[in-house]
């Protein structure tokens, strides 16, 4: 049974690797830590709000971790959108294939597909979008 205590413990440990994927070299991240094909459940599907620096922080995520796939993409600039999202779709082909976009992080957060978000927005609307998730 998922209780909140554990979404919480398991969306730190998430958030905390994600934090720490851009810690690995490009090269170090192409091995394959075992090689194997993911099964669907094995995926984990990320969505990123601000994708300034959320975009260097997704490209580690994709790159160190084949299971993860990006969905959701949102930003209040629609031309940075528009050209991450096409950069994204070219490089990661395979783990954007569903990727849909959003200029609203609530109807973001909305999507019940979506295992774990990267927060990269300025620091005061950190809390914010946070505190809504848990709402």
Do not use: W
């Not at 599907?45 to 949102?74: F, R, S, W």
């Amino acid at each position: 049974m998922n209780t909140r205590r554990t979404f919480l413990k398991n969306s730190g440990m998430l958030a905390a690797g994600l934090g720490l994927s851009h810690l690995f070299t490009e090269e170090l991240a192409a091995v394959p830590v075992i090689n194997r094909k993911y099964a669907a459940s094995d995926r984990v599907n990320l969505g990123v709000i601000g994708l300034n620096m959320g975009c260097e922080n997704l490209k580690g995520a994709l790159t160190a971790n084949k299971e993860a796939h990006c969905i959701a993409m949102c930003d209040v600039d629609k031309a940075r959108m528009t050209n991450q999202v096409a950069a994204f779709k070219k490089d990661f082909p395979g783990q954007t294939n569903q990727l849909r976009e959003y200029t609203d992080y609530r109807k973001l957060l909305d999507n019940k597909d979506i295992d774990g978000v990267i927060i990269a927005v300025p620091d005061h609307s950190h809390a914010y979008i946070f505190k809504i998730d848990l709402l």
